[in-house]
């Protein structure tokens, strides 16, 4: 495959094995446009992206502005095309025409099932059994141009959006090297979205993430793996947060929701129980259901506060 100018366009963890895929496919970076640094920790320093971090320790040429609004500075790079990872910014129509062979998209489902900005927390949510990657001609739409190429990938029962998001993204990094090659040696074109199944995966709002005890507990348990290991679905006791990092479905007893059973370990919900594994409290490592009872007792019969309707 000859090597092509690339224009690399991610920020988060995610695009990281993107980028060092084409970087060892030969292909040229002739820059990477990621989001700004931003203030974080305790001392609010700045912090770069993890793309950032990877463009910076291989010598490459970075932008970070604010708005992607200088759609000539882009042009002036004369890319062949652009990789487009979770930047974070909207692409405007003068942007995604400006490389030669347009703008690309790895974007983290199957599309057209769920378009938008949390694909992988939403797939888990609602059950799916298979996720995936597609790679995408970029339009104006929000999701919406035509597929290049897709790869499926099994949910298993246990994933949680941490084990899904580190194997989606490596599902990517070896999908967009082989969609160039197809583009470029095969001639490949986009295919149109169906509009057949096609669902929106809107950003995880803070209100989501409360645990609602009166809920099925297979339910919860969709929401304790689409939200870890971040931001993590919590409860109150005792006046306290606690997040729920990991747990499964349990049989359950005709208690009220939020009740604690037997030794702390299980909480009944709407139908069944959730049977806690790993549980983090604010400002606290987080620690296996063992250790944190130890220092921080649930008693059996205790009846945790549910979520306001």
Not at 162 to 179: K, Q, R, Y
Not at 290 to 302: K, S
Request: glycine share 12%; net charge neutral; with cysteine.
């Amino acid at each position: 495959m000859g090597s092509l100018r690339i224009v690399f366009m991610g920020t988060p963890d995610f695009a990281v094995p993107a980028l060092e895929a084409l970087i060892a496919a030969g292909h040229e970076i002739v820059c990477v446009y990621t989001r700004a640094p931003r203030p974080a920790g305790r001392g609010q320093r700045e912090r770069r992206s993890p793309v950032h971090e990877l463009a910076d320790r291989r010598g490459l040429r970075v932008r970070h502005p604010v708005r992607l609004t200088d759609a000539g500075a882009l042009a002036a790079l004369s890319p062949d095309i652009a990789v487009v990872a979770a930047y974070g910014l909207i692409l405007p129509p003068a942007a995604l025409e400006a490389p030669r062979l347009g703008c690309i998209n790895i974007h983290a489902s199957l599309l057209p099932r769920w378009r938008g900005a949390a694909p992988i927390q939403r797939a888990i949510m609602a059950g799916d059994e298979e996720t995936g990657i597609t790679v995408m001609q970029m339009d104006e739409g929000l999701d919406t141009g035509g597929i290049l190429s897709q790869r499926r990938l099994a949910i298993g029962p246990a994933d949680d959006a941490g084990v899904l998001h580190d194997a989606l993204a490596a599902l990517g990094a070896g999908l967009i090297v082989e969609t160039l090659t197809e583009m470029t040696e095969d001639g490949l074109r986009a295919r149109p979205q169906p509009d057949e199944g096609a669902t929106y995966a809107d950003k995880i709002d803070r209100a989501e993430t409360r645990i609602d005890w009166r809920r099925p507990a297979v339910e919860i348990h969709r929401q304790v793996r689409a939200l870890s290991p971040h931001p993590g679905a919590w409860f109150e006791a005792g006046g306290t947060r606690v997040r729920v990092l990991a747990a499964h479905p349990a049989p359950g007893a005709a208690l009220p929701p939020g009740t604690a059973i037997g030794d702390g370990t299980a909480i009944a919900c709407g139908s069944g129980a959730l049977r806690l594994e790993r549980l983090q409290r604010a400002g606290k490592q987080a620690v296996d259901i063992g250790a944190f009872l130890r220092g921080f007792p649930i008693p059996a019969g205790t009846v945790l506060p549910v979520k306001s309707a």
